[in-house]
């Protein structure tokens, strides 16, 4: 579900949204704290495009704090990409030292976890 949401989030965000809505439920239905996390930052991203900043980092840190104490490759790589959308949020909301200093964190979170195909994102 989260991976079709991404996909689609552009195009029909309403259905995205109800994708990720479904994702959300059924990993806390099966205790899935890692797929929570991506259902909840890639909502975070639909709403990032929306405008919607505050909504934006409500979620951003619940998605954090389900995976903050994992230390696999891929909770690192999801913290790097949350992080990243923070560093989006500071950027566009021109505060630009913020935006620096976490787009820096992402990028060594992503070589950390050796995430070659999502270390180009972040940039400053």
């Known amino acids: 579900l989260n991976t079709t949401a991404s996909t689609i989030m552009s195009l029909e965000p309403v259905i995205a949204t109800q994708l990720l809505h479904r994702a959300q439920s059924t990993a806390i239905k099966i205790n899935y704290p890692y797929g929570l996390s991506v259902a909840y930052g890639t909502e975070a991203r639909l709403l990032f495009y929306r405008v919607q900043f505050d909504s934006v980092q409500l979620l951003v840190n619940k998605a954090y704090s389900l995976i903050e104490t994992e230390n696999d490759v891929k909770s690192i790589s999801q913290k790097a990409s949350l992080i990243h959308i923070t560093a989006n ?3 566009q909301k021109q ?7 976490k787009y820096q964190e992402a990028i060594a979170l992503f070589t950390k976890a050796n995430d070659k195909n999502r270390l180009f994102f972040s940039y400053y």
């Open 89 to 91: 949020v500071f950027q």
């Open 95 to 101: 505060v630009y030292d913020s935006a620096l200093a």
